[in-house]
């Protein structure tokens, strides 16, 4: 356990309480950063999120000593960090540093600062095993992800092959934008060749040739958050953003030539655009050798890949999409297993695939979320929410499609101005089917108040070209104007007839 700190349990039955929270500090060669997670599990929730820019790496390509500033800024950082975790009753604290602190002389003085200043114990881990967790974090919010992970840090690249989550070969090269800017290279024709000499060094990259590249790290994700401002795009959510491998190359070589002038004008921040050119290039040198067939970029890695590494392998093995729904049902819905929506409303998609069948389950799960809302805002609130919620392991247009079915499970439509963006991101078919998941989700809550064990009693399936509600003629689940409407307004969904029949033969 790396700088493990025990407390006594707070108090409270609220989720992520004291008790359960687990923080890393991740000390980079630029950026410092505290995350602390209210626990370890498949999907933990981040309850808090600060980062410094301290700039730790500047300077040791040259000098080979960390930036003096950079270290009198970072344990400021350190020690407010330690004091707030301290605050929040943190359970476990691990300390992880990297690139700049591995490679510099006076590394270990550092970390012995550190230790007698905030009592913070640090791990400084190699680079391979910085590959390996970096490949864990993109493994714990894509599983099954197949290509290549690259996890630019300021001071190292760290390249990992996945084979349908399994890591395979793995290198670290000191290709960090801070690095580069410190090689006296000056001509952008000179680092090409430094960058390509390095990838082309490694035997088994063309193993990523028309397979997905999976981006990490801050410098990278500022390219990602940058190509949706200039081509407007509908969602800015990171994670599982894509891109065709051509349209990333050109675009990441594009910024590569930008100087800091246009980039300012590109981007309303000011955040790395020192180093964002020479990431650029990094981005842009990969692509050509690698000739992967997509870009999809990552929001988990180094931080989010410990925390993987840290569970059994049974846990390990949950679906992450349906363990973070399965928490929020837990901890949003009224009453009743959300779950049993996914039995009953399985009649209506004859033919579904295993991941057709997911989004299905996560949107059961998820479709009572709304329930404390004003009822003029409830289906709005619940789009939103689910629309920028992170969710992991979820493409853009599979998140709109959760969306669009909690938007029509509340208004029983998802045609509005609101929901504009998330249709341009699904097809017809599937706007079609979250339409038709959402009304089958409308009834079912009208039709059980909530109490989702009365759907037992109950059966919905399509029988030719009428849509039948089947009911016990006990009385014990009741019919209704409002019933009626609900079936009649999914049966218009699928072009068919609604039929409410009341029979003997649904158990109690």
């Not at 890591?167 to 960058?195: A, D, F």
């Not at 729904?325 to 009224?334: E, K």
């Not at 045609?415 to 963006?421: C, Y």
């Not at 339409?435 to 109950?458: D, E, Q, Y």
Request: charged fraction near 20%; aromatic fraction near 6%.
């Amino acid at each position: 356990m790396m700088g493990a700190i025990a407390f006594s349990p707070a108090s409270g039955h609220g989720p992520g309480h004291g008790s359960e929270r687990i923080a890393v500090i991740d000390i980079g060669s630029n950026s410092i950063r505290l995350v602390v997670y209210d626990g370890l599990t498949r999907s933990p929730m981040a309850l808090f999120n600060e980062k410094v820019l301290c700039g730790l790496g500047r300077g040791v390509e040259k000098s080979g000593l960390l930036n003096p500033d950079g270290v009198a800024q970072a344990l400021e950082a350190l020690a407010r960090f330690a004091s707030l975790t301290a605050g929040m009753e943190i359970k476990r604290l691990d300390v992880i540093a990297t690139a700049a602190v591995r490679d510099a002389q006076d590394g270990a003085a550092f970390v012995a600062a550190i230790e007698q200043r905030t009592g913070l114990q640090v791990r400084v881990i190699s680079g391979e095993e910085e590959a390996r967790l970096s490949a864990m974090g993109v493994l714990s919010g894509t599983p099954e992800a197949d290509g290549l992970v690259g996890d630019l840090g300021g001071g190292s690249l760290e390249l990992v092959g996945l084979d349908r989550g399994v890591i395979g070969e793995q290198v670290t090269l000191p290709l960090g934008p801070l690095r580069l800017m410190e090689t006296g290279v000056t001509r952008q024709t000179g680092l090409i060749r430094l960058i390509d000499q390095h990838l082309e060094s490694l035997p088994w990259l063309p193993k990523a040739k028309g397979r997905p590249f999976y981006p990490v790290g801050g410098s990278w994700r500022a390219i990602a958050k940058l190509h949706m401002e200039q081509t407007n795009a509908p969602l800015h959510i990171i994670h599982h953003y894509t891109l065709p491998a051509a349209e990333a190359r050109e675009f990441t070589g594009l910024v590569a030539r930008q100087g800091r002038s246009s980039l300012e004008k590109m981007s309303g921040s000011r955040r790395r655009l020192d180093t964002l050119p020479f990431a650029a290039l990094v981005f842009e040198r990969l692509l050509k050798v690698a000739q992967p067939s997509k870009v999809v970029f990552s929001a988990y890695g180094l931080r989010e890949g410990h925390l993987f590494s840290l569970l059994t392998p049974e846990g390990q093995r949950e679906d992450p999409l349906l363990a973070s729904a399965a928490d929020w049902a837990h901890r949003f819905t009224r009453m009743g297993d959300s779950a049993l929506l996914t039995d009953w409303t399985a009649g209506l998609f004859a033919g579904e695939d295993d991941n057709a069948i997911r989004l299905r389950h996560a949107a059961c799960l998820l479709s009572d979320i709304g329930w404390a809302e004003h009822p003029d805002y409830r289906a709005e609130h619940a789009f939103l929410r689910i629309l920028r919620f992170p969710f992991p392991a979820l493409d853009h247009d599979e998140r709109a499609f959760l969306a669009l079915s909690a938007y029509a499970r509340y208004a029983g439509t998802i045609d509005a101005p609101v929901t504009l963006g998330a249709r341009s991101l699904v097809t017809d078919g599937q706007g079609q089917r979250a339409l038709v998941l959402g009304l089958a989700l409308r009834l079912a809550h009208t039709l059980s108040g909530g109490a989702t064990g009365l759907l037992k009693r109950t059966s919905l399936k399509i029988n030719g070209e009428r849509l039948v509600l089947t009911l016990p003629e006990d009385g014990s689940v009741p019919s209704g104007e409002a019933v009626q409407r609900r079936v009649d307004a999914l049966a218009k969904a699928l072009s068919r007839k609604g039929d409410v029949q009341l029979t003997r033969a649904q158990a109690a």
